[in-house]
């Protein structure tokens, strides 16, 4: 099974060094371009789920926001992948499998990730206790809410890490063949 693994790591690098889209997204202004792409998409989803608690239930909300989610995948979706390329897949690779540079890079982006989804979490739950009004300890949330929310929220883990590395990651050194 190791072996197994190694090799498909193995290929997924091979893939990203040689990969000729790469040299296109590498440099600061095209990767930070991508970066508030993959953002706006972040913010679609996260506004999709303030139409749900405004319309639902109902099919405008439902069509309204699967227009919305539909939108943020076809934009996140090869953000995500040229973002990968351009980073060297830094965030996608496991750690013994890179350099140590390679590795503290990845833990920034990580430790990053992790402030910023503890803010939006403990945002939610200011949020929560806001909506939660009269003092009483129940909240009255809309059933449609709680898919949506679980994807957005999945959504964002995953691809804060990337976003933060693509934004904070100096420019490579030019090539000798320049």
């Not at 949020?127 to 003092?135: I, K, P």
């Amino acid at each position: 099974m190791r072996r197994w693994i190694d090799r498909r790591v193995r290929e997924r690098v091979a893939l990203i060094e040689n990969s000729p889209a790469r040299r296109v997204w590498t440099g600061r202004r095209n990767r930070r371009r991508l970066v508030i792409a993959g953002g706006a998409a972040l913010l679609v989803l996260w506004a999709g789920l303030v139409v749900i608690v405004r319309l639902a239930p109902s099919d405008l909300a439902r069509n309204v926001y699967l227009s919305m989610f539909a939108l943020a995948v076809a934009v996140l979706v090869p953000v995500y992948g040229w973002l990968t390329l351009a980073t060297k897949g830094v965030t996608t690779i496991p750690a013994e499998y890179l350099d140590e540079r390679q590795r503290g890079e990845q833990q920034r982006a990580y430790t990053g990730a992790h402030t910023l989804t503890t803010v939006v979490l403990a945002v939610l739950v200011v949020l929560a206790g806001l909506w939660s009004t009269g003092g009483r300890l129940t909240l009255d949330v809309p059933t449609a809410l709680l898919l949506p929310l679980a994807l957005t929220l999945l959504a964002t883990h995953y691809t804060l890490p990337l976003l933060l590395e693509g934004w904070r990651l100096p420019d490579p050194p030019p090539d000798e063949d320049d």
